[in-house]
């Protein structure tokens, strides 16, 4: 018969093995306790303190005492620990030589990642053994691998709300482009939101260009861009439809008079010269309006070519005019495309062109 051996640790030996254990005295009062026991348990000393005023028995119910549990030795204890968070354990118990007392070796009875978080643990609170810090690894490398895959996709999806920003945009002037405007009056008509839309061409741009060149006929309408935004609001649609076209699509707004007055205010503004080196660039605009309620359905192209015939009646009237579609002009709109007009000043008292 094998005789019986016995092994003698100390109490750091009993560390390194198991940084999660608790050693009692007969009377099931701890006499030592492991570092992360310590660490989980901050609130008040181990040490000294009865070890079913530290721990709950869960499972099996019936163990009260440590005479209980060392009759269970080997098999697993479900515990809790008394906490605020009352943290689930899984603990086995052996007695120690001699009737010296217990030796309860404890792990988390949760998510080790809760754990970790919870209770600020690192990989030198689990022994060097323990597969846990190996799971801790492969989490911290998902976790890493997931974080860059995040960045990715922010990345992708930003690149993507650019290039869509992009294609509805004018490279040029910054302003929405057609794309943008078939989509805007798309959704506004389906929603039944009044509106009132604006269809602008500048009056002797083309002589712009051919006086002062192509770089004078862009800083122009980058001109004109900035003036349309200041003179409309943030929720209105201010789009570049051609060379020298422009759209505005104002949301809410109906009433003929206040459009009027916005479109006028408008023709002052860009009339006002805009300096080129040593030389002056001068336009205007003529301006056709239309408004969704003059429709018992409106249609998207419907209004742009009623609008176009609305700025052609403007055009015909000497330019720098805003006029309003109507009944009258229907003839027009269907009308064959007449002749430019010669370029000559507006009415209004001005300068010639730069």
């Known amino acids: 018969m094998q005789s019986e051996t016995h092994v003698c640790l100390d ?16 009377g099931g009062i701890v006499t030592h306790a492991g570092p992360v026991v310590h660490k989980i348990h901050p609130a008040a000393p181990v040490v000294g303190a009865a070890f079913f005023d530290l721990f709950e028995a869960r499972r099996p119910r019936r163990v009260e005492s440590l005479d209980a549990i060392t009759e ?14 009352r943290t689930p354990l899984i603990g086995t118990a052996v007695r120690l030589q001699a009737g010296q007392g217990v030796l309860v070796n404890l792990s988390f009875g949760i998510a080790v990642i809760d754990a970790v978080a919870r209770f600020g643990l690192a990989g030198s609170d689990f022994a060097a053994t323990d597969l846990t810090l190996e799971m801790l690894y492969l989490v ?40 943008a405007l078939d989509h805007v009056l798309e959704r506004l008509i389906a929603r ?62 109906t009433d003929e008079a206040q459009m009027l007055c916005i479109a006028e205010r408008m023709i002052g503004k860009l009339e006002e010269p805009v300096p080129f080196g040593t030389q002056h660039a001068q336009i205007s605009a003529s301006i056709g309006l239309v408004r969704s309620s003059q429709y018992a ?58």
């Open 140 to 179: 911290e490398a998902k976790s890493a691998a997931m974080a860059e895959s995040r960045k990715l996709n922010e990345r992708l999806h930003g690149a993507k709300t650019m290039a869509e920003a992009e294609a509805r945009s004018d490279t040029l002037t910054g302003l929405s482009n057609r794309r």
């Open 11 to 26: 109490a750091n030996a009993f560390d390194i093995l198991m940084p999660m254990h608790v050693v009692t005295d007969r």
């Open 72 to 85: 269970r030795a080997g098999k697993k204890l479900h515990l809790r620990l008394r906490d605020p968070a």
């Open 297 to 354: 359905l409106p249609e998207a192209a419907r209004m742009m070519r009623d609008a176009d015939a609305a700025l052609y009646a403007s055009k015909s009237r000497g330019r720098a005019q805003c006029t309003f579609f109507d009944a009258t002009l229907e003839a027009h709109r269907d009308a064959p495309e007449a002749p430019p007009v010669a370029q000559t000043a507006p009415q209004r008292e001005r300068s010639g062109p730069g």
């Open 192 to 253: 039944q939101t009044p509106f009132t839309l604006m269809h602008l061409d500048l009056d002797f741009f083309k002589q712009v260009n051919d006086t002062l060149g192509h770089a004078a006929g862009d800083l122009v309408l980058t001109e004109v861009a900035r003036i349309l935004r200041e003179e409309s609001r943030a929720e209105d649609e201010v789009v570049r439809v051609g060379g020298d076209e422009f759209v505005i699509v104002f949301k809410g707004i």
